[in-house]
């Protein structure tokens, strides 16, 4: 089985860090390929940088899936970020979105989650994911650690703002947790246990959900709405290319 993970930035170790992830969780067998963006931003931290996001990961996929490179599902590494529902309506394997995919199984594992993420002002685009997800209802809080996308590779100081920010999950009524953020991949090992609560990783849990839908025989419904996109001309971004230079 052969599985994309999609970097939402065009910071390659982030890239990298994301596919040592996926690769820890995936079965014996499944080969992860990482993608990412040729354009776009460094980190997505708001609105902004989402849609910009958004569209270079689109425009992405849209190449790889051109060069007839034979893959069986993408998974897409950003939490909270917009573009999954195009990238379903474009491709025809299964698309699963972390920040979904982290959700779902968290409500398997207790009443009520929380989601730990970076900075407050990714809050309001990761309730809106999880409504449009159907999950919201289990959500206790969506808690911030103060910490940007590119501060994460301190390992020491993000524990420390996870477990702070964990406890406050966990006060505001959530039995599990979630890693709000991509690049959070493999905390769940140090914050878990001193927790004393399950926490879901979103990369991990959005490769075996893959996993599981290539070997059921199941993909994306083209009833309503994740029909294919109506033919017509769309004049897409630099692909393959570097952005111009300024």
């Known amino acids: 089985m052969r599985i994309v993970v999609t970097n939402c930035n065009t910071t390659r170790s982030m890239t990298e860090e994301i596919v040592r992830g996926a690769r820890d969780a995936a079965s014996a067998g499944t080969t992860v390929t990482g993608l990412t963006p040729a354009w776009g931003v460094e980190s997505a931290e708001g609105w902004l940088d989402s849609h910009l996001s958004a569209a270079a990961v689109l425009d992405a996929l849209r190449v790889y899936d051109a060069s007839g490179e034979p893959y069986d599902a993408v998974v897409m590494a950003g939490f909270g970020e917009h573009g999954r529902e195009g990238a379903r309506e474009l491709l025809d394997v299964p698309v699963v979105d972390i920040t979904e995919a982290a959700a779902h199984l968290a409500c398997l594992l207790g009443r009520r989650y929380g989601v730990v993420t970076t ?16 999950v919201a209802r289990n959500c206790a809080a969506v808690v911030g650690t103060g910490l ?10 993000t524990v420390r703002a996870f477990l ?7 006060d505001a009524g959530a039995e599990v947790l979630v890693l709000g953020c991509a690049g959070m991949t493999g905390l769940q090992r140090a914050v878990g246990e001193k927790l004393g609560m399950p926490v879901v990783d979103g990369v991990g849990a959005a490769v075996r959900l893959a996993e599981s839908l290539v070997g059921l025989g199941l993909t994306t419904s083209r009833v309503g709405g994740y029909a294919k996109p109506l033919p017509k001309e769309r004049t897409w971004g630099t692909g393959r290319g570097r952005p111009p230079s300024e």
Do not use: F, N
């Not at 702070?164 to 966990?170: Q, S, V």
């Open 119 to 134: 900075l407050d002002r990714a809050r309001g685009q990761i309730e809106d994911s999880l409504h449009a997800a159907g």
């Open 148 to 157: 940007g996308v590119l501060d994460l590779g301190d390992e020491e100081r």
């Open 164 to 170: 702070t920010a964990g406890e406050r999950a966990r």
